[in-house]
Nanobody
Framework: QVQLVESGGGLVQTGGSLRLSCAASGRTFSNYVMGWFRQAPGKERDFVASIHWSRMTYYANSVKGRFTISRDNAKNTVYLQMNSLKPEDTAVYYC?????????????????WGQGTQVTVSS
């Protein structure tokens, strides 16, 4: 079992930055694929980024070059550094975990989810 708790969301102006954190419980955090997804009001949950236990990373095209996912296995934490934020980045951001995935950007592959943290980007 893995429990995930996100933090770091908030209100920021266009062009600003935020860093989201996701703290995970459990002793085998380093074995998990970790992902970030987001859901805007009235829309489906979308893939943002993921990081394999090998530290290989994957990004949605909409955030490439602006967002960076990283992990600190000693702290059982995964981060999402978000720069050059845009109003269209406004959403609830969710952290997710899975031992194995076949498709990194598919939310059904992830079995563990946090409660979400709100990110609002004002224009």
């Amino acid at each position: 079992q893995v429990q995930l708790v996100e933090s770091g969301g908030g209100l920021v102006q266009t062009g600003g930055s935020l860093r989201l954190s996701c703290a995970a419980s459990g002793r085998t955090f380093s074995n998990y694929v970790m992902g970030w997804f987001r859901q805007a009001p009235g829309k489906e949950r979308d893939f943002v980024a993921s990081i394999h236990w090998s530290r290989m990373t994957y990004y949605a095209n909409s955030v490439k070059g602006r967002f960076t996912i990283s992990r600190d296995n000693a702290k059982n934490t995964v981060y999402l550094q978000m720069n050059s934020l845009k109003p269209e980045d406004t959403a609830v951001y969710y952290c997710a975990a899975a031992l194995t995935v076949r498709t990194f950007d598919s939310d059904v592959e992830y079995g563990y989810w946090g409660q979400g943290t709100q990110v609002t980007v004002s224009s």
